[in-house]
């Protein structure tokens, strides 16, 4: 009877390490836009902040990218580091600080920015490094003010397809025109959310204050 | 509207429902026999299996409860044989080793016995034997004084002669007590010693007569068990009770520390199996992976203790050979140790990738200067930084082998539960034997109930009937003309006896 019991616990045991695998991919996608143009060149330094934090906070197995916004960006060419991360923590700790080298070098050389901003470019982009990742959970992380301005030839006004991606609107500084009249900021956010949950995103939040970043993607 | 049809007086439910009911009275009547009858059926229906329900509940309960019974003693039984072994096994060792040296002990005895005996009799006042001279002196003593000089002269001599005689009897007197003193002295030693042997002699019997008297409640248990008297029962299932919320208690314990030692391993363990793989949304392959470390450490425990015969969960390896017994034995041990000492190896690893992830994210925090210094500062501290790896080291060696006596507390754990379970199932089957039995009673009684509620409802043409029966002379072998249910439930029966239950 006990031998029966020692069977159906080790079979139990066996069938839980082999067929019942969780099929749904638990690792993270991370894909972070920072915006280059104009004058929030800037903010560099606090984009730095931002990848350092999600360098801290992702896991093994876990995907993440960093791209720059610029004139157009849906491009491969502007993905400044992406890296999935090894299975194994300390291979892991090793492409977290070659992830940082990286960047670090991008905010050093970057000094002038870009005359016009793709955003929609670059969350296409973006869209499409993740579903490549096969990342269970998929984050779009946009470090920009949300001010979106296309030259004449470059064409975005179309319906894009953004299933199952939170958007993060992170740092969205005030312009001189959002100041004379807020509605504009507030506008252009709202236009935003409209636009990027109609693409099938699965939430859109803006986060101005750095300290918050921890409950956002502890979420 | 069309609800309305049944109305004899149109607007007035109440009124028409009267009426259809005066209207319906007799041929409720008539149908008195047959509307019991279907009522009673009915009833019959539910409460007929029901209650058959209930005794077929109670035979299996009472079947589980001489099953309990039989294996409850069965393990008492085997228990006692047991503890009277082990007794008897202790009586024998106590008398191999402690009353091995009784012969030698006992002449031992017997020579001290027999040198005290010589010593006594030397010792012994051997009293003098009386002069020949004392009858002369006596007539001597009769002669009156003072009648003659030479008497006087001879009397004189002879009271000299007899002071030195005495003075001389007195001091070989006292010097003969003086030797026999001196033998009596000589006679302690061995007094003393024989007091130490018997001593000696009366603890070891004391420690046989203790585990004689253990062997007798031993075996008074053993005669209740055999006789299967209830004292024997309920002595063993409260014991049983006892041992398993005890077994229980101290396999949450062990289990708690099967948590932290998994917990201790799983982290390191990642390195090996990877990270990022998850069997279900919150448990990583890693954690998995730990866990089933601990398992097989918990098994060879098991082996190990089966293999030393602590526990009998396996009775082939308790009837193996003694030669390949003490092979698994050994392998159990070995895989055991191995297990442990890889849990150490795991826990230098641990704290390793514990400071590098604390080195990166300072980096990451700060500068790599930061870091470096961080780094350089813990290197520093020296032993007093590696004391949290020390107690990981110790806990990952120490767990394992804690661990493998899990198996003493599973034993008792499965065998008591069995006794616990078997009982608490048998009330639980008692119980529902009786709610089947009052349901059953419930809806049979219900049925009478309904016939003597339809008996009320047409109380009036009975009593006509009744008193028509009167008049003509017909007595009815039930005055109060209810119809009891036993009577009716019996002809029921009688009736669905004859058609074949059609």
């Known amino acids: 009877m006990v031998k029966a019991r020692l069977t159906l616990l080790g079979l139990s045991l066996v069938l839980a390490l082999t067929g019942c695998v969780d099929k749904k991919s638990q690792a993270r996608g991370v894909y972070m836009l920072v915006d280059t143009s104009g004058t929030y060149t800037k903010q560099l330094k606090n984009a730095r902040n931002v990848v350092n934090y999600l360098l801290g906070t992702l896991n093994p197995g876990d995907s993440f990218a960093v791209a720059r916004v610029k004139s157009r960006s849906f491009t491969e060419k502007d993905i400044i580091a992406k890296v999935t991360f090894d299975k194994v923590p300390s291979r892991m700790n090793v492409q977290k600080r070659q992830f940082k080298k990286k960047f670090d070098k991008f905010t050093r050389k970057t000094k002038k920015g870009s005359a016009h901003t793709d955003i929609t470019g670059a969350i296409i982009q973006g869209s499409e490094y993740l579903n490549e990742a096969g990342a269970g959970r998929k984050m779009i992380v946009i470090f920009s003010d949300m001010?979106?301005?296309?030259?004449?030839?470059?064409?975005?006004?179309?319906?894009?397809?953004?299933?199952?991606?939170?958007?993060?609107?992170?740092?969205?500084?005030?312009?001189?025109?959002?100041?004379?009249?807020?509605?504009?900021?507030?506008?252009?956010?709202?236009?935003?959310?409209?636009?990027?949950?109609?693409?099938?995103?699965?939430?859109?939040?803006?986060?101005?204050?750095?300290?918050q970043l921890q409950r956002i993607f502890e979420q | 509207m069309a609800n309305d049809w049944w109305m004899i007086w149109p607007g007035n439910p109440a009124l028409s429902a009267i009426i259809l009911f005066f209207l319906l009275v007799p041929f409720l009547w008539a149908g008195r026999h047959s509307m019991h009858g279907v009522i009673l059926a009915i009833t019959y229906a539910f409460s007929s299996p029901l209650r058959t329900g209930a005794r077929w509940l109670m035979r299996g309960a009472q079947e589980l409860s001489n099953r309990n019974?039989?294996?409850?003693?069965?393990?008492?039984?085997?228990?006692?044989?047991?503890?009277?072994?082990?007794?008897?096994?202790?009586?024998?060792?106590?008398?191999?080793?402690?009353?091995?040296?009784?012969?030698s002990m006992q002449r031992k005895v017997m020579d001290e016995i027999t040198n005290i005996e010589e010593d006594y009799k030397n010792c012994t006042e051997v009293p003098p034997p009386p002069p020949e001279w004392t009858?002369?002196?006596?007539?001597?003593?009769?002669?009156?004084?003072?009648?003659?000089?030479?008497?006087?002269?001879?009397?004189?001599?002879?009271?000299?002669?007899?002071?030195?005689?005495?003075?001389?009897?007195?001091?070989?007197?006292?010097?003969?007590?003086?030797?026999?003193?001196?033998?009596?002295?000589?006679?302690?030693?061995?007094?003393?010693?024989?007091?130490?042997?018997?001593?000696?002699?009366?603890?070891?019997?004391?420690?046989?007569?203790?585990?004689?008297?253990?062997?007798?409640?031993?075996?008074?248990?053993?005669?209740?068990?055999?006789?299967?008297?209830?004292?024997?029962?309920?002595?063993?299932?409260?014991?049983?009770?006892?041992?398993?919320?005890?077994?229980?208690?101290?396999?949450?314990?062990?289990?708690?520390?099967?948590?932290?030692?998994?917990?201790?391993?799983?982290?390191?363990?990642?390195?090996?199996?990877?990270?990022?793989?998850?069997?279900?949304?919150?448990?990583?392959?890693?954690?998995?992976?730990?866990?089933?470390?601990?398992f097989i450490e918990i098994t060879m425990g098991l082996f190990f203790m089966e293999s030393l015969r602590i526990t009998h969960l396996f009775p082939r390896i308790n009837n193996m050979e003694d030669k390949s017994r003490r092979i698994l034995m050994w392998v159990s041990l070995t895989i055991l140790l191995i297990l442990a000492g890889i849990e150490v190896a795991l826990a230098v690893m641990r704290d390793q990738i514990v400071v590098a992830s604390m080195e990166l994210k300072q980096s990451l925090a700060g500068t790599e200067e930061t870091a470096a210094a961080v780094a350089a500062a813990a290197a520093k501290a020296g032993l007093v930084a590696k004391i949290p790896m020390i107690g990981q080291m110790v806990l990952g060696f120490i767990l394992p082998i804690a661990l493998a006596f899990v198996a003493i507390p599973l034993e008792y754990f499965i065998y008591s539960a069995r006794t616990v379970l078997g009982t608490l199932l048998v009330m639980a089957v008692r119980g529902l034997a009786l709610s089947f039995r009052f349901a059953g009673n419930l809806v049979r009684h219900t049925g009478s109930a309904l016939t003597h509620l339809y008996d009320v409802a047409i109380f009036l043409p009975l009593l006509i009937e009744r008193s028509v029966k009167k008049k003509m002379g017909i007595f009815e072998k039930k005055p109060d003309e209810v119809i009891s249910f036993n009577t009716t439930l019996t002809d029921f029966q009688k009736r669905h006896a004859s058609t074949g239950g059609q």
């Open chain 1, 147 to 211: 001010q979106e301005e296309l030259d004449k030839k470059t064409i975005r006004n179309f319906p894009i397809k953004l299933t199952d991606i939170k958007f993060v609107a992170l740092n969205v500084t005030k312009l001189r025109a959002d100041n004379i009249d807020p509605r504009r900021y507030l506008g252009r956010l709202a236009n935003w959310e409209k636009r990027l949950l109609a693409a099938g995103a699965s939430e859109f939040k803006v986060v101005n204050d750095m300290e």
């Open chain 2, 69 to 103: 019974r039989t294996v409850l003693l069965a393990q008492g039984r085997a228990e006692v044989v047991q503890a009277v072994e082990r007794e008897f096994d202790r009586i024998s060792k106590k008398i191999a080793t402690e009353l091995h040296d009784y012969p």
């Open chain 2, 135 to 294: 009858d002369a002196i006596k007539n001597i003593a009769k002669i009156k004084k003072g009648t003659d000089g030479i008497v006087e002269k001879l009397l004189e001599d002879i009271s000299k002669s007899i002071d030195r005689g005495y003075t001389k009897v007195i001091a070989e007197y006292r010097k003969a007590y003086e030797s026999r003193h001196k033998i009596l002295k000589s006679f302690q030693p061995s007094w003393r010693s024989l007091d130490q042997e018997m001593k000696e002699v009366n603890k070891k019997v004391t420690g046989l007569q203790e585990a004689a008297m253990s062997v007798d409640v031993h075996m008074e248990k053993f005669e209740g068990i055999i006789t299967e008297t209830k004292e024997a029962e309920h002595a063993l299932t409260s014991s049983a009770s006892i041992q398993l919320a005890i077994s229980t208690l101290v396999l949450l314990v062990a289990f708690g520390g099967a948590f932290i030692n998994s917990r201790l391993i799983a982290l390191p363990m990642s390195e090996m199996v990877g990270a990022g793989d998850y069997i279900t949304a919150g448990m990583q392959t890693s954690d998995v992976a730990a866990l089933v470390i601990i």
